[in-house]
């Protein structure tokens, strides 16, 4: 069964500092994605990045990079030069490729940006 | 733009009352999702959908049902409120096998009284 597990319910970051995400998943499936996003205090799920299980070099897009370690089944978002706007709730989720797609998402992270 | 609509923002409803969800997405998607929302458990999964007709339980189905008679719209049906129900509910919608990214609705934030 696939599994997201988000092991920090919150965060603290001082501006201008940079902030690692933890996300470790679970699958037995040899094709998948995963995915990062930000949910402000609005509600809207903002698309971050995503890492495909078969990409030999980790995402990266402006601020935000992904750690992809994946023989230790990990998948850390790093957001360097943390900004106020920053300050949100974060999802890491996986979605397996072929058959019935099943997207599943962790409990996420609450991070916020101190000034 | 890639539109994911929900029918309502919020809505009240009592104990025992049948209710509809409805999801539409504008862009052709085959897979179609439902999940809720609660502080400190994150994004569940009630039930999704790759093709019309289809459907398949999620990690929290117990309690809802769904439908999909149209490609574009797929509905989650509550058969008879409960106030556990009362969540903020989410559908998302993304093309399959492709690697793009999945598509959001606003949210329907339902209070069962």
């Known amino acids: 069964a696939q599994k997201i597990t988000q092991t920090q319910p919150g965060m603290f970051v001082q501006e201008k500092e940079a902030v690692t995400l933890d996300c470790t998943y679970d699958t037995s499936d040899p094709s998948y994605g995963l995915f990062w996003y930000k949910q402000p205090s609005s509600g809207e799920m903002i698309f971050l990045i995503y890492q495909g299980s078969y990409d030999q070099q980790n995402a990266t897009e402006g601020r935000y990079s992904l750690n992809f370690q994946k023989a230790r089944k990990s998948a850390n978002l790093v957001i360097s030069a943390s900004q106020l706007g920053d300050s949100a709730m974060y999802f890491c989720?996986?979605?397996?490729?072929?058959?019935?797609?099943?997207?599943?998402f962790g409990k996420g992270t609450k991070l916020t940006v101190n000034p | 733009d890639v539109k994911v609509t929900q029918s309502s923002r919020y809505l009240v409803k009592r104990t025992g009352e049948k209710v509809f969800l409805e999801c539409v997405q504008d862009m052709d998607h085959e897979n179609m999702f439902w999940y809720r929302q609660d502080p400190g458990l994150g994004l569940r999964l009630i039930y999704f959908?790759?093709?019309?007709?289809?459907?398949e339980k999620g990690d929290i189905p117990e309690g809802y049902s769904v439908s999909r008679e149209k490609k574009e719209r797929f509905s989650l049906i509550l058969e008879s409120a409960s106030t556990n129900q009362t969540s903020m509910y989410l559908c998302?919608?993304?093309?399959?096998?492709?690697?793009?990214?999945?598509?959001f609705g606003p949210g329907t934030r339902l209070t069962v009284l």
């Open positions: 959908s790759y093709d019309v007709k289809m459907k």
């Open positions: 989720a996986m979605r397996n490729q072929g058959g019935s797609e099943k997207l599943v």
């Open positions: 998302a919608s993304f093309m399959a096998a492709s690697y793009n990214e999945q598509f």
